[in-house]
């Protein structure tokens, strides 16, 4: 069998531009990618040291404390009931998940999977790894006469900050159970909404009840600062759940001990979560006056971790301008073709450099 054509890594393209924009007397900065600056919170910290001298294997389903701080964190931020813990699952970050799932679930070459319209580029690979075909599509009635073998959900998303109300949800929910189409809900940015509150596909409200068909991936990289900590973990269906559970066994797939330890607590600590979102709404704040006065115009972004803006350009000449005055920012070309003439600005800078580049901007 031959290796899936995959497409090139869609950040080694802004070499150029990265090299141009660490150019400049100030140095660079980087609003290209979400990765967390601040530190992480010293009881996480110590929870990791805590538990480094223990020398056997951790389980693949985690410790009993993690799942059940899982479940009660999302009923206590996000209005989720109804989760028994062992329908809980760590992995190793969201974004290994996102690639492996419709080949851990069982997608058969050939089949389709559906992701956003603009969306985040592992969904594509992890279609592609299976052997899928792949359709971009935001609304069902879109999708055709087929039986998705998979469709992806991402709100608030990547890139947009886009927030999916809850009637789209039920629509969504509803669609797939009479195709038997599994919903994989990426939720990563759900505790970051700012215009807009979003809603968990396994909120009570948009499922009625049932989680069967219905999986939710979280992530603590943004929530939490552990980006580095590789910490995530995947819920719903208690059957999908449990099939996951048994592949990853055999191939291996384990959450380090040390990090389930630290995930347990960064799950119970809201006023660390609280904190971590008062720094991102301040830095969302500046660097949205800051495009707005030279000109640029932000769509969406009522939630997550970045701002969806254009001047109706090319992205690449508006990557390029950028650039030139020290500013890293990703083309939306990157999440899509109708991400063409838009770029993704994120909040993941330190304070000084949030008001570097708005100064910046002030003077273009």
């Excluded at 809201?270 to 991102?280: F, K, V």
């Excluded at 970045?306 to 070309?333: C, K, Q």
């Amino acid at each position: 069998m031959s290796s899936p054509r995959l497409p090139d890594f869609p950040w080694d393209s802004l070499a150029e531009q990265s090299r141009r924009a660490r150019a400049h007397p100030g140095g660079i900065v980087d609003l290209s990618v979400g990765t967390p600056v601040d530190p992480v919170p010293e009881p996480v910290r110590e929870a990791l040291a805590s538990v480094s001298d223990i020398p056997g294997y951790p389980t693949t389903h985690g410790t009993a404390a993690l799942r059940s701080a899982a479940v009660e964190a999302l009923g206590r931020r996000h209005g989720v009931e109804g989760i028994d813990p062992d329908a809980v699952l760590p992995t190793i970050g969201s974004k290994e998940l996102v690639a492996w799932l419709p080949t851990l679930l069982g997608v058969k070459p050939g089949s389709m999977v559906v992701i956003p319209e603009l969306a985040y580029p592992t969904y594509e690979v992890g279609a592609l790894l299976a052997g899928a075909s792949v359709l971009r599509s935001d609304g069902v009635t879109a999708v055709g006469p087929g039986r998705p073998a998979l469709l992806w959900l991402n709100s608030p998303s990547n890139p947009t900050g886009r927030v999916l109300g809850l009637e789209h949800l039920r629509k969504v929910v509803q669609w797939a159970r009479e195709r038997g189409t599994i919903v994989v809900s990426d939720e990563c940015y759900l505790a970051l909404g700012w215009e807009s509150e979003p809603i968990s596909i396994l909120h009570p409200d948009v499922h009625d009840g049932r989680m069967d068909g219905l999986l939710a991936v979280h992530s603590l990289s943004k929530s939490a600062n552990l980006a580095s900590y590789r910490a995530g973990f995947v819920t719903g269906d208690p059957v999908l759940v449990r099939d996951l559970l048994a592949v990853r066994k055999h191939a291996g797939m384990i959450v380090p001990r040390p990090v389930q330890e630290a995930m347990t607590v960064a799950l119970r600590d809201d006023t660390a979560l609280r904190e971590q979102r008062e720094r991102y709404a301040n830095r969302r704040a500046v660097l949205r006056s800051a495009l707005e006065k030279v000109g640029f115009r932000v769509d969406y972004s009522e939630a997550g971790l970045y701002l969806w803006a254009t001047r109706d350009e090319d992205a690449r000449a508006s990557v390029d301008w950028f650039a030139r005055h020290g500013i890293l920012v990703a083309p939306g070309s990157f999440y899509g073709p109708r991400g063409s003439r838009h770029v993704r600005v994120a909040l993941t800078a330190t304070d000084e450099r949030v008001e570097a580049a708005a100064a910046r901007l002030a003077e273009a």
